[in-house]
């Protein structure tokens, strides 16, 4: 395999290395001022998506350059390769093809020799099919009383992607049903979803790859108490749980009946999972027809991602610029900012599919790294950050890139009342001026500023941004920017050279806890454990007075 000699050893990594010294000082003011085409030269379409990346601390030659790179590490090979559905997350043996969850009816995808589409198309089938019955009524509660409240249960990749997209399609969902999504172990969770909703009209979905998550199936294990002793009667359960997984075994011994079911596929990441049947709560908000909707969105990215050549590649382009920043400035950070408040849960969910995927430390022959590999994502809806911490990303000693995400058209039921949607967008459009071209001491002075505020009011500038924008916030949109991510942090694995289809790193954690676990609360003696640990749970004990 390409990957096979070390990243920092090729000859294109050695060229960047080199082009960087050469550039690091460039400014974005003189790149601008010597070609007054660079913000429409540097902006790329695909599908619904419109991206400037003219603000970026780069020219034509890093980029080809940066594309040299993507080929010698064989980018597009591994593209490939995961649309072939063979087994690149070799540490588990498995494909990666979530990219076949939103194939259409007609196409043909193998896993093992079978095409996989036709079963993808049977659960999306069953799943419209029963959030048809929810929305009508038709499925009733225990009680024959209709379903009011949908409650999803579970947590990281079954938990974060609905309870993103919920949230930024809620414009389009069923607004006379209540939908909450429970995922913390804390059990004050739990119960401030529940506190004021009724048994007899509450739907569980437990949603779970491997139904063996312990904040998961505790939930559920408490929900189902809670709702039998609502309704006084263990056979309430069969109307008011479904399930979504991978594990039919552990699902009917948890007491749900597999004919209440939606299953998914090993060769399906938690992180990729939210448009398999992970999506349910989702499908029952919406409705059938406008998570097919959202489908579609992701497959004309899928299908960008496979066709366009690199320098028109979207993924590709935001990939290698997220390289040129993590690896050559340094970057340990970026932040995305998406100007819409329906994006609230957006970095949340991103955090998952790039940290998960990305914070690897060894390359694909098990090398530790000597290169860094994915970065640290946050960020918060704008205009709320501008107000709290984008004085550090101005005028701070780091370099935070950021992704500017923000849509021509509001959407709000309420009608654009006082114009707002045009404020909120030209906050979008200066901060990316502002991070990008800052504003000169000599500018600062000449506007009367005391000489020695000067250096507190000056900008430096020279910060890049990424702006993202489209029409409107859609369920295709959406489904197209989760892809065009998706892709990116796929890109980004690729060029470091790490598997970042597995997180082996979560486990340690699980299995200390379960350990622990007995010692909290007095059944076991903390005697084998280490001096910090110890003495931290004899505290807890005794602020429990156990
Ligand atoms: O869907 P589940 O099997 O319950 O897993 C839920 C989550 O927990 C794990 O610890 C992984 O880190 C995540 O990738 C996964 O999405």
């Known amino acids: 395999m390409s990957d096979s000699v070390r990243l920092d050893q090729t000859d294109q990594w050695q060229a960047l290395r080199r082009h ?15 070609d007054p085409e660079r913000g429409s030269r540097y902006a790329l379409e695909a599908g619904d998506l419109y991206v400037d ?42 494909a990666v093809l979530h990219v076949a969850l939103r194939a259409p009816r007609t196409a043909t995808i193998e896993v ?80 401030e979803a529940l506190r004021d909703l009724d048994p007899a009209e509450t739907l569980f979905i437990v949603a779970s790859k491997t139904f063996t998550t312990v904040e998961t199936i505790t939930n559920a294990t408490s929900a189902r108490q809670w709702l039998v002793s609502g309704l006084g ?11 979504v997984s991978t594990n039919a075994d552990q699902v009917a011994k948890f007491g749900i009946d597999t004919a209440n079911m939606f299953g998914f596929w090993d060769w399906v990441g938690g992180r990729y999972s939210f448009d398999s049947a992970i999506g349910l709560s989702l499908v029952v908000a919406l409705g059938p027809e406008r998570f097919r909707e959202m489908l579609d969105g992701f497959h004309q990215m899928d299908e960008h991602f496979r066709t366009a050549p690199p320098e028109r590649n979207l993924p590709m382009l935001l990939g290698l610029l997220g390289v040129w920043y993590d690896d050559f400035y ?30 690897k430390s060894v ?31 101005h005028q701070g000693t780091k370099l935070v890139p950021a992704d500017l995400i923000g849509f021509a058209n509001p959407i709000a039921e309420l009608g654009d009342l006082a114009g707002q949607h045009d404020l909120l967008m030209a906050n979008l459009f200066a901060q990316g001026q502002a991070l990008a071209f800052g504003k000169t001491a000599e500018e600062v002075a000449a506007e009367g500023v005391p000489a020695e505020q000067v ?45 970042s289809f597995d997180q082996w790193g979560v486990e340690l954690g699980k299995v200390l806890a379960k350990k622990l676990e007995p010692r909290l609360s007095g059944a076991e003696d903390t005697g084998d454990l280490d001096g910090s640990t110890a003495s931290l749970v004899r505290r807890y004990r005794e602020l429990r007075g156990r």
């Not at 010698?72 to 540490?91: C, H």
């Not at 209709?146 to 930024?168: C, F, H, Q, T, W």
């Not at 530790?368 to 205009?383: A, D, L, M, N, S």
């Not at 507190?456 to 029409?471: K, V």
């Open 112 to 191: 093992d020799g079978e095409n996989v589409v036709p079963a993808v198309h049977e659960v999306l089938d069953r799943m419209a099919q029963f959030a048809d019955q929810v929305r009508s009524g038709e499925w009733t509660g225990f009680t024959g009383r209709p379903i009011r409240n949908v409650v999803n249960i579970g947590i990281g990749g079954s938990d974060l992607g609905p309870k993103m997209a919920y949230e930024a399609l809620r414009t389009y969902s069923d607004r006379s049903r209540v939908f909450r999504f429970v995922s913390n172990v804390d059990g004050a969770d739990l119960h």
């Open 20 to 34: 960087y010294e050469e550039t690091r000082d460039q400014q974005l003011r003189e790149l601008f001022a010597a």
């Open 233 to 243: 009667d263990e056979a309430a359960v069969a109307k008011h749980f479904v399930a």
């Open 53 to 94: 990346y003219s603000r970026n601390r780069v020219t034509d030659e890093t980029l080809r350059l940066l594309r040299e790179l993507a080929a010698a590490r064989g980018v597009t090979e591994l593209r490939d390769a995961m649309f072939a559905g063979e087994k690149i997350n070799f540490t588990e043996n498995r």
């Open 363 to 393: 390359d694909r022959q098990g090398r530790p790294v000597e290169w860094e590999t994915g970065p640290i994502v946050w960020g918060t809806p704008g205009t709320n950050g501008q107000h709290a911490y984008y004085q550090l990303l």
């Open 455 to 499: 250096p507190h009011r000056t900008f430096r500038g020279n910060r890049p941004t990424n702006t993202i924008l489209a029409t409107e916030l859609t369920p295709s949109v959406l489904g197209q920017l989760i892809a065009l991510y998706e892709h990116k942090v796929f890109v980004q694995g690729a060029i470091w050279g790490i598997n």
């Open 330 to 359: 340094g970057a340990q950070t970026y932040a995305v900012l998406p100007y819409s408040h329906y994006l609230s849960r957006f970095t949340d969910y991103l955090q998952q599919l790039d940290m998960e995927s990305n914070g």
